[in-house]
């Protein structure tokens, strides 16, 4: 169950506004199949900033990046969005739900997207996922009637419908007390260990990050240690 | 599958704003209705007037014309055979109105697969006399049956009975202004002069009334026969043979046709009256413009509410996005939000429409002048609908195409970092 599913390679990136700065110098480093690893940094660093890049929402960048082993640079953006949606879960530092929707059809909505399965079968997937996440008796609620630690559950689930290779959380738990944070870091925990998921968190917390597989740390848009 | 997720993202986006999408739509549905409302009565009150003259007159006439002598003696002159010559000394002779052969022609015609009916008609200049006045007239010399069913004369007789003027000899059905200035009753006797001074008594056994005023202050009809006896012709003398066509549109080139076959002159009806049809369609392109004027208006207004609703639902995008959702599905969210708000307001408008005409349809028009018109005119023609329904979809595409190109291109690691 060995190899590469995302490779960061030299990549870097500038922000040309007010003044022309360099955020990212160099990056270089590469996640395995099943890998739970934490980036770690002083606020500012430039951590987000590579998550959007390794996501592929932000295409403005140089050097490359492989996802699954094939470059994501040159993609169109119809491709990048399928790239996303099959193969990659993202958590925010918000919950970022849509209110127009059920709980349950938040989290369906990639998986209909993507349309491996018909709507039926999705549904009975997503059910599957807030199960695992502990949050299945809310599935019909709208996001706005959930508290803040069910949301980022309700998010994760979201993340986990495509059976994604990576999931990648931009400082997930920032927003929730200590015990939501325990909860989220746990789930994400047995997501590593029972379904071997490749996790890639942003975490401000040293604590958690000390019990992942592997933490990056990251200063001035360098990694100091991985 | 993918449509039908894009139409259910859609109809969540719309009922999460819904009064608004109501006003928009609303905003529609007023301008589609008025588009058919007034394209509707605008084109009953074109048809009724049209039909005012096209009902009442033929397609083609046929009649003679006093012409110039072509042949002037000062062209036969080797002299002057290369010069311009403008004396014309011989003039006009023998001014015969008189139709010649009318009886082989209008055999010829009633053969005609392309003519529906023929009428004959001699137009006789007169004067009523009333007392010591003279009031200048025209006789129309008709045949009974045939004007009826070619030019429902019978509609236009508004007092007495039309058929006795074929079964009661000598007798004559009086224009209603002409009336009114002789006081003609219906069973008086009137006496006329015809242009070559003869006179002759008539009786009156009606009223007609065409709805244009000059008209029946001067015209009046009497049979084929009376004419001829009032001015002294034999019975195959005829000044005018009225055609009606099949199909109106080929009355052009068969008045050509007809002024060779026969040799007489031949006018068709789209010349005789060319600015009828100016009148009806500048009628037409002003209520065009005023209904596509408040189409193009509603329009702003769905462009500005999707704007509003691309302004407030820009996480929303972005979590779309960031989700797998590409450029061109929320570039067709919100395309199909729009037509769903032009569908939707459009379908209400052309039944409203629809409702609004039948109304004016019922409400009472009496007028003097047209006798034979009870309620407002309204014309049901389903092009108007085909027109608004396409104009309400293509409006709101349009409406709908900024907003949802500008929704398409929002970046949502922006709106993301932006939190
Ligand atoms: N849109 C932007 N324009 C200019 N500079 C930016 C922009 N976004 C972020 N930055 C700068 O880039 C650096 C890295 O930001 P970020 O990746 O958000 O840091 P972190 O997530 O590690 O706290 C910061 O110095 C920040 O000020
Ligand atoms: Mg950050």
Redesign the pocket.
Known sequence: MNGKILEAVNISKH?H??VD?Q?LKDINFSVQRGEFVSVI??????????LYILSTMDTDYTGDLLIDGSSMRNKKEAELARARNEKIGFVFQFHYLLNEFSVLRNVMLPGLKLATYPEKEVEQRAYEKLKILGIESEALKKPNQLSGGQKQRVAIARALINDPLIIMG?EPTGNLDKKNSEVVFNIFQELSQTYNQALLI?THDNEFAARTNRIIE?ED?KIIRM | MKFKLLVSVSRSLLLARWKQTLVAAIGVTFSITMFIALLSFMSGLNEMLDNLIINRTPHIRLYNEIQPSKHQPVNASAEYRHHHNFISSVKPKNGRLEIYNSGPIMKALKKDARVLGIAPKITAQVFYNVGAIDITGVINGIDVEAENSLFSFHDYVTSGNYIDLKNIPNSIVLGKGAAEKMMAGIGDVIQVTTSKGERMQLKVVGYFQSGLQDIDKVQSYASINTTQKLLGESNNYITDVQVKLKNIMQAPQLAKEYRQLFEVEAIDIQTANSQFETGSSVRSIISYAVGITLLVVAGFGIYNILNMMIYEKMDTIAILKATGFSGKDVNRIFISIALTIGIFGGLLGLLFGFSLSFLIDHIPFNTAALPTIKTFPINYNPRFYIIGAVFSIVTTYFAGYFPSRKASKIDPV?II?GK
């Open positions: 922000f506004d007010p700065i955020v940094g002083k606020s500012g660093c430039g951590k987000s900033t590579l931009d942003v990251m848009g | 922006i970092r």
